[in-house]
Nanobody
Framework: QVQLVESGGGLVQAGGSLRLSCAAS????????MGWYRQAPGKQRELVAT???????NYAGSVKGRFTISRDNAKNTVFLQMNSLEPEDTAVYYC????????????????WGQGTQVTVSS
C-alpha cells in the first residue's frame, strides 16, 4: 500500500548536523500529516516534529530551535534538518505519515517507516 523509505541517519559528533529524508511511495492520493518520531534504548517512542499538508509544524520542546521539519508535497517526502546535535538525540528515528488516503483503501490510515539510526558521540 504505502512504503516509507528513510535515509540520512548515521554517526556524528556533538554539535554536528544531519539531514533525514523519508519518501512515501504507493498509490497515494493525499497525505495529511507527516512527521518524525524517535526511540532511544530503554525509552518510549516520542514525537520529534510533525508538519501538516498546509505547512503547520509542531516540535518537541527538546528540539525546538535546533531541528527543522519540511516536506515536498509533490514528492510525498518529508525532511528533518538536525543541527547542534547532542548525545541525548541518539535514537532510532522513525518517519510516519498520517491520515493518508490510498487508492483502493477505504478511509485514511497511518503508516510508519522502519527507522534509521542516529548516533551522536560526545
Amino acid at each position: 500500500q504505502v512504503q516509507l523509505v528513510e535515509s540520512g541517519g548515521g554517526l556524528v559528533q556533538a554539535g554536528g548536523s544531519l539531514r533525514l529524508s523519508c519518501a512515501a511511495s504507493g498509490s497515494i492520493v493525499s497525505i495529511n500529516g507527516m512527521g518524525w518520531y524517535r526511540q532511544a534504548p530503554g525509552k518510549q517512542r516520542e514525537l520529534v516534529a510533525t508538519v501538516t499538508d498546509a505547512g503547520s509544524t509542531n516540535y518537541a520542546g527538546s528540539v525546538k530551535g535546533r531541528f527543522t521539519i519540511s516536506r515536498d508535497n509533490a514528492k510525498n517526502t518529508v525532511f528533518l534538518q538536525m543541527n547542534s546535535l547532542e548525545p541525548e538525540d541518539t535514537a532510532v528515528y522513525y518517519c510516519a505519515v498520517f491520515r493518508t488516503i490510498v487508492v483502493g483503501v477505504i478511509g485514511h490510515r497511518d503508516y510508519w517507516g522502519q527507522g534509521t539510526q542516529v548516533t551522536v558521540s560526545s
